[in-house]
Each structure stands twice: as structure tokens, then as C-alpha cells.
């Protein structure tokens, strides 16, 4: 696999991020401070758009050439997942209209292929009907993808933690799995928004239009671990449910444990408040870089236990 499409990749989004970052500051269409900010200086939620509009580019660039680097329908879940989140973005859309609309998208990728058919012990099941398998990919879909939604509060979380996923996948695969062009492109296009997420002034945040495009990648990434195309490396052989959720373990967690803590206070389960993992960190004096290196320095610690601990079970 040449280098060249995700150095351009790279390149693109690093342009991008920055010509659409001065477009929006011209227009005073800044991120909003509030209560829960974990910055103090004007920043822009374009971060989502130039990641979709480079990953975009290059997939014009090569199916124009009639080459197919990844599956082109998935662009259509895609786009709608981008467009909710550049929605939410500027109007806050509401929790249940972006809930319907997660449902849409889950239904279409189930059309497409991609659904939890098989269980892989889980329960004592293995192969579950089909009524099962798509209320199944529903459920993990909505979950993921806003696991993924709500953990991007700090700079470079959500885009640290979707590479690590897509990296792990990808390395204990039994070689290249069928979304690693999509995969290693994503990854091309998130690395320059390292410099803009870490610029002390002006910097480019992902937003909802980011976090739940990468959420999506995500959702797709799982299914298709679950999947019969995927097949891992010999001698790394685990139970592939089991796999899929340790991968993905942070933002299940941090999930799980905000909906608990606000459905005990009576609040919505949606309701924004600072008691994520990530808010715990930062309030104990650490900055966001070194809460970001505690975060995924840990969960990779677990899930290499977790990982090892399974071979020998």
C-alpha cells in the first residue's frame, strides 16, 4: 500500500483546518464559552469539516480514476452523520432528533452490510436472528457513537482515542482488513489537528460534526470486526465481542458512568454537566495534554491486561 494518498491526506487536512478555521473567525463564528469549556481562548468547532471535506477530496480523486479504496455507499451514513453534527454545532439540535437520525443511519448501514449477526458467545449465542441482529446494531451503533460524542471535552481526546481503536484493529488483523484504506486516511486527516487542538490561541476543535463522523467510523470499524471478514493474526485469537469492547473500553466507561451518576441526580441522561472522566482529571490541577496521557496511557495498560488475560482464560 503506497504512502503518497495519506501524505497528501495529510497535507489537504492540514490546509483545510486552517483556511476553514480563518473563514469561520472572519465571520466571528467562535465556540461558545461556558461552564463547561476547557479553554479560555477563541477556538472555532471546524474540526469535523475538515476532516470530511478532506476524506471527501480524495475519494472524488480516486473514484473519478475508477479506483474503489474503500466501500463508496459509506459515504452516505457518513454524510448524514457530518451533517447532524455541523447542525448541532451552530443550532444545538435537539437530543431526540439527533437520536431519530442516529436510528436512520444505523438502519442504513445494516442495508449496506454492515450488523451484529453473530454474537460470539456472548449469552450463550452465537448466530442470532435477523429482528435480533438489527435491533443489536441499532443499540451498539447509538452507543458508540455518542460514547465517542461525549468524550470529546478535551484537546485531542476523541481524535487519540479513535486512532488508537483504528490502529488496534488494523495490527491485529490478519493483514489489512477491508476498511483499512478508509481507516488509515481518517488517521492522515485527524494527525494535523494535533497542532490546531494544542495552539494556545485560536485553536480548531472537532465539534459535533467531527465526533460524531468518527463515531460512525467507529460504529463501522466494530461491526466489521464482528463481522466474518475480519480475521485476526495467528496466535492473537480472542472472543472478537469480547475484543470490540475492550478496544473501545474508555468511551464505553466514561459513557456508562455519566449515565448513571445523571440518572441518580434526576437530570437526563443527555444533560451536559462536568463529571466525565476527563473533567475529574483536569480538576485535580492536570492540564488537558497531561489528562489526555493519564487517560489513554491507562486504558491501553488495561487493555493490554485485558488482552492477555483473555489468551490465557
Not at 454474537?119 to 457513537?145: A, D
Not at 463522523?213 to 492473537?236: E, H, K
Request: hydrophobic content about 50%; some cysteine; glycine content about 6%.
Amino acid at each position: 500500500m503506497s504512502l503518497l494518498p495519506f501524505i497528501i491526506s495529510f497535507i489537504i487536512s492540514a490546509f483545510l483546518h486552517d483556511i476553514i478555521q480563518k473563514v469561520f473567525m472572519f465571520y466571528k463564528k467562535f465556540d461558545d464559552f461556558n461552564h463547561r469549556s476547557s479553554h479560555n481562548t477563541l477556538a472555532t468547532r471546524t474540526g469535523g469539516i475538515g476532516i470530511f471535506s478532506t476524506l471527501l477530496l480524495v475519494s472524488l480523486f480516486y473514484y473519478f480514476n475508477k479506483v474503489e479504496i474503500f466501500d463508496y455507499s459509506l459515504f452516505i451514513p457518513l454524510s448524514i452523520m457530518f451533517i447532524i453534527g455541523v447542525y448541532d454545532d451552530f443550532y444545538n439540535a435537539d437530543f431526540k432528533l439527533k437520536f431519530l437520525m442516529q436510528i436512520i443511519v444505523a438502519k442504513i448501514l445494516i442495508d449496506q452490510g454492515y450488523h451484529i449477526s453473530n454474537y460470539h458467545g456472548l449469552f450463550g449465542l452465537y448466530e442470532v436472528p435477523r429482528l435480533l441482529s438489527q435491533i443489536t446494531t441499532v443499540f451498539v451503533f447509538l452507543i458508540i457513537v455518542n460514547a465517542i460524542n461525549f468524550i470529546d471535552g478535551i484537546d485531542g481526546l476523541a481524535t487519540t482515542d479513535v486512532i488508537k481503536t483504528i490502529l488496534l484493529v488494523e495490527f491485529f488483523s490478519d493483514g489489512f482488513s477491508n476498511l483499512s484504506f478508509l481507516g488509515l486516511l481518517i488517521i492522515s486527516c485527524l494527525i494535523p489537528l494535533y497542532y490546531f487542538n494544542f495552539k494556545k490561541k485560536r485553536k480548531v476543535f472537532l465539534g459535533d460534526s467531527g465526533s460524531l463522523l468518527l463515531g460512525t467510523i467507529v460504529a463501522v470499524y466494530t461491526f466489521n470486526l464482528l463481522g466474518n471478514n475480519y480475521v485476526f493474526q495467528t496466535g492473537f485469537e480472542i472472543n472478537k465481542t469480547f475484543f470490540s469492547i475492550i478496544i473501545t473500553l474508555y468511551p464505553l466507561v466514561d459513557l456508562l458512568r455519566v449515565f448513571i451518576i445523571r440518572i441518580s441526580n434526576k437530570k437526563s441522561p443527555f444533560h451536559p454537566d462536568k463529571n466525565h472522566i476527563h473533567h475529574i482529571i483536569l480538576s485535580k490541577g492536570y492540564s488537558s495534554f497531561k489528562a489526555l496521557l493519564i487517560i489513554e496511557l491507562s486504558f491501553i495498560f488495561i487493555f493490554l491486561f485485558l488482552f492477555f488475560f483473555a489468551k490465557l482464560i
